[in-house]
């Protein structure tokens, strides 16, 4: 048997395989060996032989969710480096985004004005100033007084603007007049940023909230206003916003924040950083004491009519908060109001109510990326411009709002500009003769709304 299944093979001469011809072979039958090789080793050679000759598969396509999760592995990696800085955040290594305690949606007023009543607001002065922040009438009346962004203080005579004051005195061609309020963010720190404006109804003097150069001083015939605080408790006021005065000559003040300066209030927005204050300047002992710390953006400050309290807004956190001043709660704080918005100043009118100035409405986007801060600093490594991150986060577009709340925190009256035709990013509203003075950081004019 074993000599009929080798009799019909032989070796190839080429690849020294064997080649059979006759039936095949029985298991275990061996074939006879040709220079010491067994047929099993023939037969791993035919093996690696035709591995050998085996032709490559072809590589298959990506599939949509592998290229999804390399665009997203290479959009990490541009965020995390942003080498051409584009991001809001790509100036500011040391950024942190904090979290924003919001309050409940309950809470937050539903009220809207549906027939835009802003929007027969007459806007007056156009492009003849740049960002007039704060309306102020001295004690005859006369005005309004407004900063503007080129760090002067000028007055409404009648029939024309003219110069008051000033805070720098390193005035210089780098002052002079730009077609935008925005353009003069990169000088404010040597032209000075004058805010919030109150007169002293007694003297006459008109006190002022320069965002760079602190709490100042001008007398009744204005020039160069003398610097009253710069610092308290040691650490300096880098962000100096509004204030207001009490009948003994107390000035209150908000300092925004001890990290940010105002020409970077809009890192200062996306951190909603802590380092805000409220303070206190005694006119007699020349001292300034703090009396609010760990604020979210502190802005504007108002007086009540009696003078037993005053009002100040949480910026990030969008509430009215009451700092007593008399009586037995003298010296705590509580919750007057939570806001339909973001807010800049407040002001008390004749009969003692507060007009508050909105920025911009609660949104959805706001509201998740102020209790999410790392979803928000992700936001902010995108290579998207700090100005669109702002549109974003003031809702698409500015628009105009201003409220008024009772002195026990009771909304009042609110009036809108939804769409932003008119009037947008109040920053103030000053009542005088039955009209609302309104002004805006960001608007080239003023706009004026008859009550009547």
Request: hydrophobic share 35%; glycine share 8%; charged share 20%.
């Amino acid at each position: 048997m074993m000599s009929s299944c080798i009799r019909t093979s032989h070796f190839s001469s080429t690849t020294n395989v064997p080649i059979i011809y006759g039936p095949r072979c029985p298991p275990n039958t061996h074939l006879p060996a040709k220079d010491g090789v067994t047929f099993k080793s023939h037969i791993n050679s035919f093996k690696a032989l035709s591995l050998f000759n085996k032709k490559t598969p072809k590589t298959s396509t990506m599939t949509p969710t592998g290229i999804l999760a390399l665009l997203f592995l290479l959009l990490s990696l541009y965020c995390g480096f942003d080498p051409f800085h584009h991001s809001a955040i790509s100036d500011f290594p040391d950024f942190e985004a904090y979290k924003v305690d919001m309050p409940p949606w309950s809470l937050v007023p539903t009220e809207k004005d549906t027939e835009n009543l802003l929007q027969k607001s007459e806007i007056k002065f156009l492009n003849q100033i740049q960002g007039p922040e704060s309306m102020a009438f001295d004690p005859l009346g006369r005005g309004p007084y407004t900063g503007i962004a080129d760090g002067r203080i000028v007055f409404w005579d009648g029939e024309k603007w003219s110069d008051f004051a000033y805070t720098s005195s390193n005035r210089s061609e780098l002052c002079d007049s730009k077609p935008s309020p925005l353009l003069y963010l990169k000088t404010e720190h040597i032209c000075g940023r004058p805010l919030g404006l109150r007169f002293d109804k007694r003297t006459g003097d008109l006190y002022i909230a320069d965002a760079y150069f602190g709490l100042m001083m001008v007398g009744p015939k204005g020039g160069l206003a003398k610097s009253l605080a710069t610092e308290a408790e040691g650490v300096p006021l880098r962000f100096t916003n509004d204030l207001d005065i009490d009948d003994e000559g107390n000035v209150y003040f908000t300092d925004s924040s001890i990290k940010y300066q105002r020409r970077n209030f809009i890192q200062l927005v996306f951190s909603a950083e802590d380092s805000g204050r409220v303070l206190k300047y005694n006119q007699t002992t020349k001292t300034t004491t703090v009396l609010e710390r760990n604020i979210q953006f502190p802005n504007g400050v108002s007086l009540s009519k009696d003078g037993s309290f005053f009002v100040f807004c949480e910026g990030s956190i969008g509430r009215l908060r009451k700092y007593w001043l008399k009586g037995e709660k003298a010296g705590t704080s509580e919750v007057l109001a939570v806001l339909p918005g973001f807010p800049d100043n407040i002001r008390t009118n004749a009969e003692g109510d507060f007009w508050v100035a909105v920025h911009c409405r609660r949104s959805l986007y706001t509201c998740l990326c102020a209790v999410h801060p790392k979803l928000r600093k992700f936001l902010l490594k995108l290579p998207i411009p700090a100005k669109i991150q702002f549109l974003l986060h003031i809702g698409g577009r500015p628009h105009g709002i201003i409220v008024k709340y009772s002195p026990e925190g009771k909304l009042m009256q609110i009036l809108e500009d939804s769409q932003g035709k008119v009037v947008k990013a109040v920053s103030e509203v000053e009542e005088k003769d039955g009209k609302l003075w309104i002004g805006s950081v960001l608007m080239p004019f003023v706009a004026v709304y008859n009550l009547a």
